[in-house]
């Protein structure tokens, strides 16, 4: 099977250089908040160009501990996109807040500037968009509208290390991002983890507390928090994924592009649509299809993995029912959920399985030609 993502052959690929660090790493004794996370939080600051990283336990804890650091929480709105993972709006219910969504953008799949105004209320205080699939949101146009209302931008960078917005890194725009480090993320360790950017120096300090029992100094406490830090061997896996991250980006764009020259022409698909000025990094790679059943069983009898990323919107999920939304009431979102698929891509994916997949895709007889 040509899997959808293969963190296997990435961590195969790390596999010696992992080895000689694991066994100083065993007779370290220091295995929890060590140099190692400090450095790892060091390094993504650089990276991103933003001054303070806090590593926690996983990406939906940076987004509760980035929303609780804000103060956000019962009685607050705040405005998010109802096509993403179910964590994202599940961080803010999470907070005791109320998730409010606006449609997306059809064409690029992340949350539609044009249409948040018409959305906030006196109750509004953040808005939380996602950067789906590896491609940032509209962050100029998210960005005026927070300014001009005075609310707090939370970017869910979850899906989007390494991915830029006019020339700049996606989660250097908001008062904070978020990062996971979930295996089949971008950059992703064997295990769970996440981190938190920011460039405000007091809202760091908060989530440093809150991630480790609200404690500044060992056994005082200031805050209730919790336990949510990054482990060491973690940290470990994460600087040695970061020495070639860059390179797996690439590489992931590389696909990218020659899925598009190659199934571009097909008129039974629809290809993701980099916007101007937006460099993706290709977490997934969706193909929309009024046929996606018959194209996902072409593809599962030739050997190749495919998904449905998301195939219900969260405004529809059980859990927010008591929010009252109905079908239709977003109808970009509702499409996509219908027609998306994504088809393996990956840094490991070999051209000659990407050209099987092509061959399948291209193959394949429409029921509408
Ligand atoms: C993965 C993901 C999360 C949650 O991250 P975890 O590390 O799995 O908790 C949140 N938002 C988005 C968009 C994600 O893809």
């Known amino acids: 099977m040509i ?59 940076a987004l509760v501990l980035a929303l609780e650091a804000f103060g956000i929480g019962e009685g607050d709105e705040v405005i998010t996109t109802p096509f993403s993972f179910f964590a994202t709006a599940e961080a803010i219910s999470r907070r005791g807040a109320k998730p409010v969504f606006v449609d997306v953008n059809p064409a690029t799949y992340n949350i539609d500037p044009d249409k948040i105004e018409a959305c906030i209320t006196s109750r509004t205080k953040a808005i939380l968009p996602v950067h789906l699939f590896g491609q940032p949101a509209d962050m100029d146009g998210i960005g005026s509208i927070a300014q001009k209302h005075g609310l707090i931008v939370i970017e869910d960078a979850c899906q989007a290390f390494g991915a830029q917005f006019n020339g700049r890194p996606a989660g250097s725009f908001g008062h904070a991002a978020c990062f996971s480090f979930f295996p089949t993320k971008n950059l992703g360790t064997m295990g769970d983890g996440g981190m938190v950017v920011t460039p405000d120096p007091d809202i760091a300090a908060k989530i440093r507390k809150l991630r480790h029992h609200g404690s500044p100094k060992k056994y005082y406490h200031d805050l209730i928090g919790y336990n949510s830090r990054l482990d060491e061997l973690h940290a470990l896996i994460l600087l040695s ?83 009252g939304y109905r ?21 490991f994916l070999r051209v000659s399985e990407q050209d099987h997949i092509v061959s399948v895709l291209t193959s394949f007889r429409s029921a509408n030609p």
């Not at 004794?29 to 990276?47: F, H, N, Q, T």
């Not at 009898?301 to 495919?306: A, D, F, I, L, N």
Request: glycine residues 10%.
């Open 241 to 323: 994924a970061m020495n070639h991250i860059d390179r797996w980006n690439e590489q992931r764009r590389m696909l990218a592009e020659r899925y598009r020259q190659s199934l571009g022409h097909l008129p039974y698909l629809q290809l993701p649509v980099e916007r101007e000025g937006s460099r993706s990094v290709y977490h997934l790679y969706c193909l929309g299809s009024e046929e996606r059943e018959s194209l996902q069983d072409a593809l599962r009898q030739s050997g190749v993995q495919t998904g449905v990323y998301y195939p219900c919107p969260l405004h529809l999920q059980n859990a927010y029912r008591h929010l």
């Open 327 to 347: 079908p239709g009431d977003f109808p970009a979102a509702e499409q996509l959920s219908r027609q998306l698929f994504a088809i393996p891509l990956h840094p």
């Open 3 to 61: 899997l959808l993502a293969d963190p296997g052959r990435q961590f195969q690929f790390l596999k010696n250089e992992l080895m000689e660090q694991l066994g100083h790493f065993i007779g370290s004794g220091s295995y929890v908040m060590g140099e190692r996370v400090a450095l790892l939080e060091k390094k993504i600051a650089e990276k991103l160009g933003v001054p303070c990283a806090i590593g926690v336990g996983n990406g939906t804890d």
